[in-house]
């Protein structure tokens, strides 16, 4: 069954290491986040593919939640000292990764191609698109001010409340080679357990890709990424209760509205099953460890059987 | 008592070490070596420079005898691994130190500036000038072609005789702010007891600075890198019997004719004393210790004091 699935960060990287383990993980292609990347002491840092690459190579660290497993933190520790720019946290072996890429994109290579480059190295089989090469900025409209994302959600620890999301450039922005095709060779689409605003809504902000996933011809399956109507990690609960007045799976639904078929949603808030107008996939979410992860993506594959 | 030392890498900043170890280190003022600096995986790397900086930071690491103590390689080993530049060797602590230095000459800060910001951040009381703001690069002429200093000395090891080393700027540059101050107000110049062609020729090779010294009305001291004709590291000897047909103190001397009145040479090699046109000064002169430093640093000092 080949799998099209749209994915930001750490969450939706679990959740993808779960799919890759229950399916080819040839037959998987992501497409991910790029409305976070930020440049960081002249480097270009793509966090939510990183956390993909990472999760999908198994060199993501568990504990921490981000970034690379057996990390050191020796040069941002220099970089402290010497009082450079040292509010984005980057481990020296994340920060190889980051002047790799930086150097490709410098010499021209689009930053699907530098991806392309850094997965096969990884030695992973899945593929790993960003959404689109063009520059495509998620930025937070709040009371104390417009941020770009990493501003607000790393440098000012996400406290401000957001009114509007932005991602600019994305009226300009096309998908990246390989994207559409993707989406239009795939037998099942899945939205990964990110969250709607800043990871998945930068990728459907592409118009491109909002036009495929409305035209699909192959069921379309969301994971919510609440439980019990709260995020297991970071603003999704807060920003869904203040933008769209409400973190019910139904609140999670609307989001994804004519681009979904059904929705996965925690045990514990089956009782919101009946209001979404798209189909309930009711299991446990939480991906606690990795045989938690394998059944969340058993359920959203059966879940995908029954549709079609 | 004011001293200006001109100096490369490794072998330079050891004598440096031990000279603000008998001195007042802010009477002190290094100009330093650009012409081996290079860009590598997009950062400006300036070995020379920070050979010195580490040194007179107390950082520098003794046992493998450049870049720092403590240093670990996790970015480096993920550049190889990632298929990207990974021939020329940075250390993740090292690296923090290009990071913040590449980030601010790419906002103009001029190369002068970052290292002084630098060389506060590590709280070196000596001031470390680099000879000159402006581009300035040693290439080797060898039987196998032309190479920039790094690829001939890091990529290629050195291993391919030189036939004639070239300045590449020199004809442009500028000393930078500081340097005819610091040779101006100094109460003695030394040369440090590094490679004359490729460490103390690429500063020379800035006609201020080759003025300046020229001209000076105070005692010039050059340090010989060489014990027994041979070089304690590094391509010096060879160099110079392929270039001045031989390694004697008076082919060392011969290289600052007219900008030095002393030559502080090795006991090993005190018969060549006698062919010297300028005074000679008998010591031992490898830096073994911290206490061989002072020791050196001592009789470099005490011989310009005979020479008032």
């Given amino acids: 069954m080949r799998v099209a699935a749209l994915s930001g960060g750490v969450g939706g990287a ?10 080819d993980p040839g037959e998987v292609a992501v497409i991910g986040n790029v409305g976070d990347d930020v440049e960081v002491l002249g480097l270009h840092v793509s966090p939510d593919l990183d956390s993909v690459l990472y999760a999908l190579a198994g ?5 921490r939640g981000w ?3 057996d990390e050191t933190w020796n040069a941002l520790e220099t970089v ?11 481990g020296d072996r994340d920060l190889g990764l980051h002047l790799v890429r930086t150097r490709a994109l410098r010499d021209g290579t689009p930053l699907s191609a530098v991806t392309a480059d850094l997965a096969a190295s990884l030695r992973i089989e899945t593929r790993v698109l960003p959404a689109t ?8 409209l709040t009371p104390a001010g417009r941020f770009a994302f990493q501003q607000w ?4 620890g996400h406290r401000d409340e957001v009114d509007a999301v932005e991602y600019e450039g994305a009226g300009e922005a096309r998908a990246a080679p390989g994207v559409l095709e993707a989406l239009e ?12 605003y800043v990871s998945i809504g930068p990728i459907l902000a592409v118009a491109e890709i909002r036009l495929a996933l409305a035209r699909r011809r192959v069921p379309a399956v969301a994971v919510s990424p609440l439980i019990g109507g709260r995020a297991v990690k970071g603003p999704a609960d807060r920003m869904l209760q203040r933008l769209a007045g409400g973190t019910s799976p139904a609140h999670v639904a609307a989001r994804y ?10 045990e514990v808030d089956e009782a919101g099953a009946a209001e979404l107008s798209v189909r309930p996939i009711v299991t446990r979410t939480l991906m606690r460890d990795v045989s938690a992860r394998r059944r969340l993506a058993d359920a959203t594959l059966e879940a995908a059987g029954a549709l079609t």
Same sequence: chains 1, 2.
């Fill in 14 to 23: 679990r959740f993808l290491s779960g799919l890759v383990d229950v399916l």
């Fill in 59 to 63: 060199i993501a660290d568990e504990e």
């Fill in 67 to 69: 970034g690379r497993s």
């Fill in 80 to 90: 402290a000292a010497l009082g450079g720019e040292a509010w984005f946290r980057l």
């Fill in 133 to 140: 090469d063009d520059p495509l900025r998620t930025h937070l």
């Fill in 153 to 156: 959600f790393v440098a000012r």
């Fill in 185 to 196: 060779t795939a037998d099942l689409i899945v939205l990964a357990p990110s969250n709607p």
């Fill in 257 to 266: 509205e004519g681009l979904i078929d059904a929705l996965v949603l925690d």
